[in-house]
């Protein structure tokens, strides 16, 4: 016969057992279920911090995801154009931009 060392399991497992037979199981009715209620409440309170870092963590994932989707797939003809004169960015390159949206670059023969 072999000797049979007790593992990291069964210790737990006996552990947990032994707990929640102290909070389900007693001869007064009205401690058990005191008990039961602090049980159910410490279950509860963990739940509900769980349930809220879970929710956080997927909503903030489904909104980087969105961001991310629009920027990949948007029109960028939906944004508006940078109106007005002057010297600027724009679409064909740094100039001098007249209310037509017609570019003039620095050196050109019309200024």
Request: glycine share 16%; hydrophobic share 45%; net charge positive.
């Amino acid at each position: 016969m072999t000797a049979v060392t007790k593992g990291f399991a069964s210790r737990l497992g006996f552990g947990v057992g032994r707990t929640l037979r102290f909070f389900l199981n007693d001869r007064n009715a009205a401690l058990r279920w005191v008990k039961r209620a602090v049980l159910g409440a410490a279950l509860l309170l963990v739940l509900v911090n769980s349930f809220s870092w879970l929710l956080g963590s997927l909503l903030t994932l489904g909104c980087l995801g969105l961001a991310l989707y629009a920027l990949i797939k948007g029109d960028g003809g939906l944004l508006p154009r940078q109106v007005g004169t002057g010297w600027r960015y724009g679409p064909q390159g740094y100039g001098y931009y007249d209310m037509y949206g017609n570019c003039h670059p620095f050196g050109s023969d019309d200024e």
